[in-house]
C-alpha cells in the first residue's frame, strides 16, 4: 500500500524558515512527479512547488524565490525548504505523488505550518 508520510511542520516567525519532508513507502514503483500543495482555512488546495523525476521544477508566483523543493530519488523523498516564511503561508501543507504504472495520484495526511510573531 502507498503511503506518502509527510513532516517538519511547526510553527515558526515571519522571516524564518522550515523544510518539510515526505517519503513514500509501500510501492517498488518510480515515483514520477512529487508535489506540495497547501491548503488554509477557508481556501482551495493549491499547487506550492513540484517535481520530476529528472529533476525539473515548477513554482507557484507566491513562493518562488523564497521556497526550494528537491528530491532525494534513492529514497524516494521530496523536500521543501521554506525561507523567508510569511503569515501567509500559513496552511495545511500535503505532499502529493504519482508514479510511473500506477493510475492517479496519492496523498499525505498533511503537515501545519504555522507563521506567527
Known amino acids: 500500500q502507498v503511503q506518502l508520510v509527510e513532516s517538519g511542520g511547526g510553527l515558526v516567525q515571519p522571516g524564518e524558515s522550515l523544510r518539510l519532508s515526505c517519503a513514500v513507502s509501500?510501492?517498488?514503483?518510480?515515483?514520477?512527479?512529487m508535489g506540495w500543495y497547501r491548503q488554509a482555512p477557508g481556501k482551495q488546495r493549491e499547487l506550492v512547488a513540484a517535481?520530476?523525476?529528472?529533476?525539473?521544477?515548477s513554482y507557484s508566483d507566491s513562493v518562488k524565490g523564497r521556497f526550494t523543493i528537491s528530491r532525494d530519488n534513492a529514497k524516494n523523498t521530496a523536500y521543501l525548504q521554506m525561507n523567508s516564511l510569511k503569515p501567509e503561508d500559513a496552511a495545511v501543507y500535503y505532499c502529493?505523488?504519482?508514479?510511473?504504472?500506477?493510475?492517479?495520484?496519492?496523498w499525505g495526511q498533511g503537515t501545519q505550518v504555522t507563521v506567527s510573531s
Open positions: 502529493n505523488a504519482n508514479f510511473f504504472g500506477i493510475d492517479g495520484d496519492f
Open positions: 517535481i520530476s523525476s529528472g529533476g525539473t521544477t
Open positions: 509501500g510501492t517498488d514503483f518510480s515515483v514520477h512527479v
